[in-house]
């Protein structure tokens, strides 16, 4: 996997506390063994935002690498919305070794 450039990291504006995902996020996550309590934990614990690299989608889309409180580190698809400081997950999945060593750099 090849991430061009990181954005972020450490930063919690990525989408509203008390909005859940979309309901076909939380069932694309929820097929993948993730819950939306997990997928909450990640922009709040050490993350890295990066660019996602299927160009379709990569003006609007993010990829969110970060861990959980239980230490299990998730990619999270995010997408921009109109509010600037809000992001809508749109699938996620536990993290590739590639992708995990982006959050360690």
Do not use: F, Y
Not at 36 to 53: E, G, K, L, S
Request: glycine letters at 6%; charged letters at 30%; hydrophobic letters at 30%.
């Amino acid at each position: 996997m090849r991430c061009q450039e990181r954005e972020r990291r450490g930063s919690d504006a990525l989408w509203t506390p008390h909005r859940d995902p979309p309901e076909s996020a939380i069932d694309k996550l929820g097929a993948r063994g993730i819950t939306t309590h997990d997928a909450r934990q990640v922009p709040r614990n050490a993350h890295v935002v990066v660019r996602n690299p299927h160009k379709a989608t990569a003006a609007k889309r993010r990829l969110l690498i970060g861990r959980t409180d239980g230490g299990r580190i998730l990619t999270l698809v995010i997408e921009r919305t109109v509010d600037t400081t809000t992001w809508l997950i749109v699938t996620g999945w536990d993290s590739s070794s590639p992708e995990r060593k982006l959050l360690r750099s």
